[in-house]
């Protein structure tokens, strides 16, 4: 894989966004790989637990800018279909039949923080910043929707799901998004020691437990889906789309900004 790195030892795996030199923004391609390797590592006997991690300085930074210029220019069914791609991939992840560890070394926005909602638990460094931006460029955090307002439930997303706001480790504790803080120097062991318990679990019985949560849980099903996808189009269509992310691109405020 050429956008991903999968390493295994002693039963758990190591999979980590290798993207460093741009934040480990979601590609085409890592999109891909990500899909392909939720399905090999859910499939291998001797994966027992999947750490989740990134590269560089950043976890994720979310979209990728060249994917974001393609779709300035792509139509609404080219839209969907890029859509769906992200929404597959995070719902391979979301159903993974192993225990899913996101390490957070550094910051998350946007698609990042949806990577963070599909793992079932999270350590992070208490030094990383954290937003849902969208509503900045004129769209909607739609696609991981669903996986957000399940982890954080729809009370504590409103808090943040609209503003565009960065916020900070600790909110992002409050918010259920991140179940501990740790040191940049300890949060490798803070992840192994999440992942540890599994190894003396029955491996059938883990993935039949994560199973009934997601079945107890708020329902992510294609209907849910396909609504997330239907509304992050129609926000693309919108003007408000087509005038934030070309003022992202100038580097100027969109027309909306209001000066302090």
Known sequence: ????????????????????????????????????????????????????????????????????????????????????????????????????????????????????????????????????????????????GPYVIARMGEGFARRVFMSGNRFGAAKAVELGLISSLHSAAELEAAALAEAAPYLACAPGAVAAAKALTRRLGPVIDDATIDMSIAALIAQWESSEAAEGIAAFFERRPASWVIAP
């Open 1 to 144: 894989m050429d956008d991903l790195t999968i390493e295994v030892a002693g039963g758990i795996a190591r999979l980590t966004l290798n993207r460093p030199e741009k934040h480990n923004a979601l590609s085409a391609r890592m999109i891909s790989e990500l899909t392909e390797a939720a399905a090999l590592l859910g499939a291998d006997p001797e994966v027992r637990a999947v750490m989740l991690t990134g590269a560089g300085k950043s976890f994720c930074a979310g979209a990728d800018l060249g994917w974001m210029r393609a779709q300035i220019e792509a139509g609404p069914q080219e839209r969907a279909a890029e859509a769906r791609r992200i929404a597959m991939m995070l719902r391979a992840l979301n159903e993974m039949p192993k225990p899913l560890i996101g390490m957070v070394q550094g910051n998350a926005f946007g698609g990042g923080i949806g990577m963070m909602s599909v793992c079932d638990t999270v350590v992070a460094d208490e030094a990383a910043l954290f937003g849902l931006t969208e509503t900045r460029l004129g769209i909607i955090p739609a696609t991981i």
